[in-house]
């Protein structure tokens, strides 16, 4: 199961970093990826990182601003968010699979978390 935090209510401009972490095994053997679904719309992809450190493009509306990373040492897997706005008000989930970045990309990975809420008021 996987378990996401760092959520919360900012300000446009404000920064935060979402963390994904494994209850019961090794993220570390698992490509993860990192999703986000606002209301009313459905499930977006935001970024996906494979075993080796290859991440995969990032959408559009993030790019310059999200990076995905890995900590090996904690387990876990991370999004720094910043230079937040309005638009990125959603429902942020983690993702993984072993069979690599392919499955999480396409929505199919086996592992989802329950997600974490990021509120974003101009």
């Known amino acids: 199961q996987l378990v996401e935090s760092g959520g919360g209510s900012v300000q446009a401009g404000d920064s935060l970093r979402l963390s994904c972490a494994a209850s019961g095994g090794r993220l570390n053997n698992y490509a993860v990826g990192w999703f986000r679904q606002a209301p009313g719309k459905e499930r977006e992809f935001i970024s996906a990182l494979s075993l080796s450190g290859e991440v995969t493009d990032y959408v559009d509306s993030a790019k310059g601003r999200f990076t995905i990373s890995r900590d090996f040492a904690k387990n876990t897997v991370h999004l720094q968010m910043n230079s937040l706005n309005s638009e990125d008000t959603a429902v942020y989930y983690c993702?993984?699979?072993?069979?690599?970045?392919?499955?999480?990309?396409?929505?199919?990975?086996?592992?989802w978390g329950q997600g974490t809420q990021v509120t974003v008021s101009s």
């Open positions: 993702a993984a699979d072993i069979r690599g970045t392919s499955a999480v990309v396409d929505g199919t990975a086996d592992y």
